[in-house]
């Protein structure tokens, strides 16, 4: 199996990097920090759902994208031009088993960094809420683990589609701010072109799809379906884009602003196949490019 | 059936054309040169056998193989020695040449591999971050051994090494050949060149200008070996129709004969003395590559040795 040999090998060294562990350390003392500054927040009880949506924010918004493209980024374009991809072909890999291989051993390291993160949260989860739901942390948990793999796959096949580092990364950091920073004014502002007016309260179907094909905003609503409140994103378009009042933040639940029953590309489990064509679709194109190049 | 077979293989760059129709023909078991200067066109060559980057036009077939319709058989029976690469840091020298055996399924051992390209077991137990360009080299080429290649790559494999590197590696060059692999051996550099290769083909500005033996190049270029005669007077005819003998001149007073037989030289010392001529001391000055190659790159294929 070549695809294993290269995963292997590349694990390896991906897991030997000081640079992503000390990221990782960092994050985590962030997170042990705003966890325990909300622990001391005197009399308001802490539950999962509180500590979830909290560590949604922190976590899928910032976090995880962030290490997530610094695992991801150098994957391919890293060998490209230092030259080992030339041995890498020479001991009969080939570009398939290169971009698979590697693929596959960057997902390893982010599902590796992103359990480690969710047993710390787990670890204060209990010690400082005030009661423990497991089963919903588990939810959390597993589609926390299918976000962070999202972003190094983008990461991964914006490896493979460049030329040169700095492309890569700045193709991966740029998806990663289209995402959470400029697709929600994209969706209100087509919807602007397509309506006349900004969305309201209640806005067409189409247009929470629109929103919700950003995998940041697919995963705040499936977390915010579960935990039965509102998720923010990092910056709070909605009450800009949008005409709502924010007042109570969870009558912006989706399940508040469609009236009747939600039609299934407005479904928790549509918001997972969202995700998931965000890991399938790039990397059809990478693979798609990266069979075509000069890899020189 | 050849080792290495192009046909027209060109590669261009917008206007820049780096490979101009390349025709090569390497048989199986020889050692090859391809010489040329950098930016040649040399690397890309290898980077369209080995399907790095695609040709403009034309085609290649590695050991009957197309290299870019049947690229798993091709990389499955190559090795190579790439220029200008940096490893895994992280990992061990060791680690590298296992795992170059894992990937070729080759039964070798990786002591044997290391030991071979004069890397010591301390050596090979450190991570590859720490190691000169060197180590770097004979590391590779330990990898690009590994799984036994008939068909063995390496682009200028003297660069970074010492004196001892290149000796060693010339020694695994000659070994090779002899197990019967052919080896591309992609230099700059003439004297490494001349040193292990049977034949030689001149790349010049994406243009292969010459193909044939060393010997061969320098007598077809008229780049040949002379005999230097310092003499007392002028010498009587007769010395051009000598056999071997392929050019006479005279320059600061010395008698020069240029010949492409070696046999040639006690010939034109006889012929010299039975003019009357009294010889009072003669050299040999042997043809520099350097000189045969200057006459290719310049396309002035009639040019002679100069002074």
């Known amino acids: ?296 | 059936m050849n080792a290495i077979e192009t046909s027209r293989l060109t590669k261009r760059y917008g206007s820049v054309t780096a490979l101009d129709g390349l025709n090569l023909e390497v048989e199986a078991g020889e050692v090859f040169g391809f010489l040329g200067q950098n930016g040649a066109g040399k690397t890309t060559t290898i980077d369209l056998l080995l399907d790095f980057i695609r040709p403009s036009e034309g085609h290649a077939t590695i050991l009957g193989y197309d290299v870019q319709t049947e690229t798993d058989e091709v990389r499955e029976r190559i090795g190579i020695l790439p220029e200008g690469f940096d490893l895994w840091e992280r990992s061990t020298g060791r680690r590298h040449v296992e795992f170059a055996l894992e990937a070729t399924d080759g039964g070798g051992d990786v002591d044997t591999l290391i030991e071979r390209v004069g890397l010591t077991p301390p050596d090979a137990k450190r991570s590859v971050g720490e190691y000169s360009k060197g180590m770097k080299q004979r590391l590779a080429m330990a990898m690009a051994l590994a799984g036994e290649p008939e068909l063995l790559i390496l682009d200028e494999p003297s660069s970074g090494l010492d004196p001892h590197g290149i000796r060693r590696m010339r020694e695994i060059v000659r070994e090779e050949a002899a197990a019967g692999t052919t080896v591309f051996f992609s230099s700059h550099q003439l004297e490494q060149v001349a040193a292990v290769c049977d034949r030689v083909g001149i790349l010049n500005e994406g243009l292969l200008v010459a193909t044939d033996s060393i010997e061969g190049l320098s007598s077809a270029a008229g780049v040949g070996n002379e005999l230097v005669l310092e003499v007392d007077g002028p010498v009587s005819e007769g010395l051009e129709q000598l056999n071997g003998v392929v050019d006479v001149h005279t320059d600061n007073g010395e008698l020069r004969v240029g010949y492409a037989d070696p046999q040639a030289k006690a010939q034109i010392v006889h012929h010299v003395v039975d003019c009357g001529v009294t010889v009072q001391d003669f050299t040999i000055a042997e043809a520099s590559l350097e000189e045969l190659f200057e006459v290719y790159t310049n396309g002035d294929e009639t040019g002679g040795v100069s002074a």
Not at chain 1, 73 to 94: D, H, K, N, P, W
């Open chain 1, 1 to 296: 199996m070549r695809t294993a040999t290269i995963a292997r090998k590349d694990l390896e060294d991906v897991v030997r990097s000081r640079l992503i562990w000390a990221v990782f350390g960092l994050f985590v003392l962030l997170m042990g920090i705003i966890g325990i500054a909300s622990a001391s927040d005197g009399d308001s009880q802490i539950t999962t759902e509180g500590l979830i949506g909290l560590f949604a924010n922190l976590g899928a918004w910032l976090m995880v994208p962030v290490i997530g493209i610094m695992i991801g980024y150098m994957a391919i374009v890293g060998e490209r031009q230092s030259g080992s991809l030339r041995i890498l072909f020479g001991l009969g890999f080939t570009r398939r088993d290169v971009l698979t291989g590697k693929l596959l051993s960057r997902s390893m390291v982010i599902i590796i960094v992103t359990i480690a993160s969710l047993l710390v949260m787990l670890v204060m989860a209990v010690f400082i809420a005030d009661s423990f739901d497991l089963g919903l942390f588990a939810q959390f948990a597993a589609l926390s683990i299918l976000l962070a793999v999202m972003f190094t796959a983008i990461a991964v096949a914006a490896s493979a589609i460049t030329a040169t580092r700095y492309r890569a990364m700045g193709a991966a950091i740029g998806a990663y701010v289209l995402f959470a920073m400029f697709w929600h004014p994209f969706a209100a502002g087509i919807h602007y072109l397509i309506v006349g007016e900004l969305p309201a309260y209640e806005a067409p179907e189409w247009y929470f799809l629109l929103t919700r094909l950003n995998p940041l905003e697919a995963y705040n609503q499936v977390i915010s379906v579960w935990t039965d409140q509102y998720v923010w994103g990092m910056i709070g378009w909605v009450t800009v884009v949008e005409d709502v009042s924010f007042e109570d933040a969870n009558s912006l639940l989706l399940t508040e602003r469609v009236s009747g029953e939600l039609p299934f590309y407005l479904s928790d489990w549509f918001a997972g196949v969202i995700i998931i064509l965000w890991v399938a679709v790039p990397i059809a194109i990478a693979s798609w490019s990266f069979n075509r190049a000069d890899l020189n």
